[in-house]
């Protein structure tokens, strides 16, 4: 039986980091894989999560299982984070269930989708972050591509996306990143977002809203302002939420999926669809994690220390972009300053498959294939390496 199967082929993010990994090169830079590092290179366990962690384990005194839903206290205290205030006046439309990471969601929030209209497709950014492909089309939605980014101009194609939209037909799936675009870092302005949520509501089209960076671009209210925007034009609603990069909790899988249905009665079926395909795919969700964020967010001491560390990851973030921007454009002689007014941890530089290859075997300069950078990758110590080396490539 198994003889049948075919060799994978590997992971174009997971391939680059494992190349990076072998390189005994001390000059190399791992501008790969999207995870946030600090001043020294490493990927740090914020102060409150390292506290919350530790307090929570002397406490614990069992580890039985969660519901299918997850833990009520994580997944209320992350639904005040995404909605704010704004989900006073629609909280008993309000459906949540954790999942195992913000991939988690995402795929349960395709279920979802299957199991409510069978066939359906879902419209997604061109480019948009790769895993969304196989975590949503695995599930059985159909994906199409709308126009998000103009590479030649580095910049959105905002007219031609919205031209998209408008020739939607009632009920379409539209999946939206919240912020921080992946992989170009482009996010959407207010007034854009504006004439998004009247289209979505004029055109009765369903978001799914892709939220994994909030508090990383400008802040925790002016990430989510996109949902809260939304949520307030549309009568359905679909976010997963994940706890990867602003909680550093990568490997403990932590996530969240939030629906807004039209009323009390529709929201209650959602809530025991979720419960019911949740525990199809996983059976319970991890619950470390989550219970982390938990008292995070509910200790008042904790949740401040928490954003005051978010804050300077942020800061520290858009300050490398200057940074880099201004190093790239002295050393190619070409104008990078649209780095600047990307935001999160991606930009998606303008180089061929083949350079990018040459960028890694000649200058040990790791990166997607496609050109996306992690900004948090890039540090003073190395950016004249990795602006002038990028700027020889570029010349070729």
């Given at each position: ?153 580095n910049a959105l194609a905002f007219d031609r996306m919205i031209e998209y939209f408008d020739a939607l037909s009632a009920g379409s799936v539209v999946l939206l990143h919240a912020c921080c675009h992946n992989p170009t870092g482009q996010d959407l302005d207010s007034s854009q977002w504006s004439a998004v949520a009247e289209i979505l509501a004029r055109r009765r089209l369903v978001p799914f809203i892709d939220l994994a960076y909030q508090g990383l671009g400008e802040d925790l209210d002016r990430d989510a302002a996109s949902i809260r925007l939304i949520a307030k034009a549309v009568p359905e609603l679909l976010v997963a939420v994940s706890c990867s990069k602003n909680f550093g909790l990568y490997r403990e899988r932590t996530g969240l999926l939030a629906v807004l249905s039209a009323g ?133």
């Amino acid at each position: 039986m198994l003889e049948t199967l075919t060799r994978v082929p590997p992971d174009p993010i997971l391939g680059v980091s494992a190349a990076f990994q072998k390189d005994d090169t001390p000059k190399k830079v791992d501008l790969g894989v999207g995870v946030y590092k600090d001043e020294s290179g490493k990927t740090p366990i914020p102060r409150a999560v390292k506290r919350a962690e530790q307090e929570m384990l002397a406490a614990q005194t069992s580890k039985t299982y969660l519901s299918p839903i997850g833990n009520p206290g994580f997944n209320a205290q992350v639904a005040g984070l995404t909605f704010g205030s704004d989900l006073v006046g629609r909280k008993g439309d309000l459906s949540l269930a954790q999942a195992p990471g913000g991939s988690g969601a995402l795929r349960l929030g395709a279920e979802l989708l299957i199991a409510a209209r069978p066939g359906s497709s879902i419209h997604v950014s061109d480019p948009t972050w790769a895993n969304h492909v196989p975590l949503l089309g695995n599930a059985g939605l159909r994906l199409e591509k709308y126009p998000y980014y103009d590479a030649a101009r580095n910049a959105l194609a905002f007219d031609r996306m919205i031209e998209y939209f408008d020739a939607l037909s009632a009920g379409s799936v539209v999946l939206l990143h919240a912020c921080c675009h992946n992989p170009t870092g482009q996010d959407l302005d207010s007034s854009q977002w504006s004439a998004v949520a009247e289209i979505l509501a004029r055109r009765r089209l369903v978001p799914f809203i892709d939220l994994a960076y909030q508090g990383l671009g400008e802040d925790l209210d002016r990430d989510a302002a996109s949902i809260r925007l939304i949520a307030k034009a549309v009568p359905e609603l679909l976010v997963a939420v994940s706890c990867s990069k602003n909680f550093g909790l990568y490997r403990e899988r932590t996530g969240l999926l939030a629906v807004l249905s039209a009323g009390s009665e529709p929201a209650s079926i959602v809530s025991g669809q979720l419960g019911r395909l949740a525990r199809t795919l996983w059976s319970m969700p991890p619950d470390h994690g989550a219970a982390i964020v938990d008292r995070v967010l509910a200790q008042p001491e904790l949740r401040q220390d928490w954003m005051t560390e978010l804050r300077h990851m942020a800061n520290r973030i858009n300050s490398l972009r200057t940074l880099l921007a201004d190093r790239l454009t002295e050393a190619s002689q070409r104008d990078f300053s649209w780095i600047k007014t990307q935001r999160g941890m991606f930009s998606r530089l303008p180089l061929t498959a083949d350079q990018v290859v040459t960028a890694r075997e000649a200058l040990h300069i790791y990166m997607a294939p496609d050109g996306r950078i992690n900004i948090a990758g890039v540090s003073p110590a190395n950016v004249e390496h990795v602006a002038t080396g990028l700027a020889s490539v570029i010349r070729g």
